[in-house]
């Protein structure tokens, strides 16, 4: 595929000056180019016309103006973690990394607020706000190589999106370059501002086809007091989501994460990951590992007891244990943090990350489940996912014994038919990885004609010469 | 002021077609007109071509269809109770007021969401969530007229945005009908939707820019268990900032609202508003209001007292009370809601809605103080707010014993000094109320370019004939 269009490759005065805004230190060439033009796992592999990783947010300025004066693509990139492709050039873009803008710039306890490079990784942030005494509760399998720019550029998800939500909800404030080289200085560190439209959000999810994120305010939180982790077995998935309800009510909003797993996730798990087994004595279809965290500074363990036996009384679970140990809680996060893994042991048939209303979950894979056994009788279906933010991980593996590539050309059938359900419930196709390459073409056949006109209207005002990130989302 | 531009008034037929739309049930004339045309402290009063409230979303769009073939402006309303004048229209537009579109269209608390017509009143979504065990936090004194489509298009705050955000923090999903017409459904009941650009944030605090709000999604949350209502005295507004940061650490975050006044505050509500009385023995020069609330069952008492107690220690307060009933509860949250009434009482010279970084709310207090005291010797500031959100709520009265009216010649002035500090600081001019009619030309000469220029361009894009609500904020 290419994005090429009405552009040409960049004539190579271009290429030298954008190499002399840059420095040598900023050009990655030859052996040094292959980390930024596959994503970890090969594929969308990728080329560019030139690699570079400016200094500052002027250079990055200067770059961009360069490529807006000689209609240059440019493909931001930050640590190359994205599961759609987003951040891989197809050939005659620049690649633009933020790599070595690492800086925090700012730490405010008393504002609750952290002004750091787009560079910064995930795990540094959480760390420099530790270090203040403060929680950054975003949480993402990638965090230690993803960077700020790239979660806000995505609107990362993880596993605290319940308690404090997605990225979008914990950035305060944005500094970006335009697609004309403007630096665009929104870098308020105010909680409330009703000064005009509110631009940042734009950017926020933005893939990086409406300009390039160079800074951001994140939102800090004080550091729970208490945390108690829960595993517990149910009968079905109703259960599960009832669960959900019964203990946020009796906690009084107290989940911070509430991960569902069914039995297949936890059967691959103990098959193919070190070190594992099953939590409890009994199997049962669906379980949950749930977390919950309270500011006073005691009491918190008390009240999930009092909880889970009510659940069991209720009948909602099966049998439910507490962490009694940090190398317990360890154990179970470790558990949840391997299903992928595990599920390529058994060979990946499809994937999907979609989201339905909370309420909707249990319809849904039902539905789903029956779509899929049409199409690909045996195919085992596994199904996790944050219940709070009715996101699931339906993944699809083979049937029992075949080919870990049986299911290898029926994908896209598969797919198709999973997204036909999640279209009937009024879901999401994406809900947490983006479109990008990826989705980009199901997204221009799924999404309704108003979103998608109102999408490119917006596109076209901002970035008339659509040089952003082009074949990327839209 | 007009905004005719090159628009010319409604000829009769096109108004005729509208009323048809609408229905003789729908349109408003005569004396039923006043209320939609004048605001409720008599400011900005306004002209209109016709006034109609469709019955449905499929009216509005009707309606609107119609004013975008012929080139008519609209200006959307929903309970009038608007600060800054963006729900009156100059003349030559249909006010479009959603006052008839009333439905709770649905609640479901396994989802913790709530689908509403935008003219449901805040009230009324305050009690149906309620009804349904469920709690909708958003919280302002206008809470019993405005309506869910003006909280949304204002993006409303309030005193319980510490904990549960601002309007748009509270919002899935919107139904919104477009300048040309088409409705967008973008009713999604989702926590985690990664498909494309949030369009549902442009139209948040939009203040009828860019379409008319019919429809939304509505988060709800648990309610909590326990609430603890103290009110404390201190010495400086560093000591009220400095409390706020013990506080949340010491309830991690248990608090959902932290209410700043200033000793002016007392003084005035004590004169001015029947039945109240200081509620601390001695005056102090600076108070909080603070709210907590914990989803465990009992311990938050004695985690807020063991709080006061040690902030007494460290002289970050010098007395405090912890409300003993409801009665209490309600009488400082009756001394909260009256400042405004309060000051009225003593005549306003100049109101400022502005926010800055928390913890720059002390400087930013001395330079606005020493600035107004330059231009008015002797004028009574009266400063009180949301400290956790950086709001300050900044009014200043006539020197002591002056005319009600002695600044009234003075305000541009003043306003334009206060102004200049939040400029100095990187704070808003408009925290929450907006910018409508009466800081339009603040906004146009404050903001910077770069903002400027993406709000027309996306302006532009949405509503090329710039139809929607013309005059207001843009």
Chains 1, 2 share one sequence.
């Not at 595929?1 to 060439?29: C, D, F, H």
């Not at 992928?340 to 489940?369: C, M, Q, W």
């Amino acid at each position: 595929m290419s994005t090429r269009g009405n552009r040409q490759p960049p004539p190579l005065q271009v290429l030298e000056a954008i190499r002399a805004v840059v420095g040598p230190k900023g050009v990655y060439e030859g052996a040094d180019s292959a980390p930024f033009l596959s994503e970890w796992r090969g594929r969308w592999p990728g080329e560019a016309a030139l690699i570079v990783a400016p200094a500052s947010t002027e250079e990055v300025a200067d770059v961009i103006r360069i490529c807006d004066a000689h209609n240059v693509a440019v493909t931001p990139q930050g640590g190359n973690t994205g599961l759609v492709g987003g951040q891989i050039p197809f050939g005659d873009e620049i690649l633009l990394s933020l790599k070595r803008m690492r800086r925090i710039r700012q730490i405010e306890p008393l504002n609750n607020t952290m002004t750091v490079d787009a560079g910064v990784t995930l795990a540094e942030a959480q760390q420099a706000a530790h270090d203040a005494d403060r929680l950054f509760p975003l949480s993402i399998g990638s965090e230690g190589s993803c960077q700020i720019g790239g979660v806000i550029s995505t609107n990362a998800g993880g596993v605290n999106v319940l308690r404090y939500g997605n990225a979008r909800d914990l950035v305060l404030g944005l500094e970006v370059v335009l697609p004309n080289g403007d630096i665009w200085n929104g870098l308020k560190r105010l909680r409330k501002d009703n000064t005009g439209y509110d631009l940042k959000q734009l950017m926020i999810g933005g893939e990086g086809t409406l300009g390039v994120v160079t800074g951001a305010v994140l939102k800090l939180f004080p550091q729970p007091a208490q945390k108690v982790t829960a595993f517990a077995g149910a009968a079905s998935a109703k259960d599960a989501v009832a669960l959900l309800s019964h203990a946020q009510n009796a906690t009084g909003g107290g989940a911070s994460s509430f991960e569902l797993m069914s039995r297949r996730c936890i059967d691959f798990i103990v098959k193919h990951i070190p070190d594992t087994r099953d939590p409890l004595a009994n199997a049962h279809p669906w379980y949950v590992l749930m977390e919950f965290s309270s500011g006073q500074a005691s009491g918190l363990r008390d009240t999930v007891e009092t909880m889970l036996a009510n659940a069991l009384d209720a009948g909602l679970i099966n049998d439910a244990v507490i962490a009694e140990s940090e190398a317990q809680t360890q154990m179970l996060w470790r558990m949840r943090h391997s299903i992928s893994e595990a599920i390529n042991g058994e060979g990946l048939g499809a994937r999907h990350d979609v989201s339905v209303a909370t309420s909707d979950i249990p319809a849904f894979l039902d539905e789903a489940d029956a779509a899929v056994e049409r199409l690909a009788p045996g195919a085992r279906v596994v199904a996790f996912g944050h219940i709070g933010d009715g996101n699931v991980h339906y993944d699809v593996a083979p049937p029992e014994g075949a080919d870990k590539n049986a299911l290898d050309d029926k994908r896209s059938e598969i797919e198709a038919a999973v997204y036909d359900v999640i279209d009937a419930f009024d879901g999401s196709i994406s809900a947490e990885h983006g479109v990008g390459r990826h989705r980009r073409d199901t997204l221009a056949n799924r999404k309704n004609a108003v979103d998608l006109a109102m999408m490119r209207a917006i596109k076209t005002a901002l970035d008339p010469k659509g040089i952003m990130n082009p074949g990327k989302m839209l």
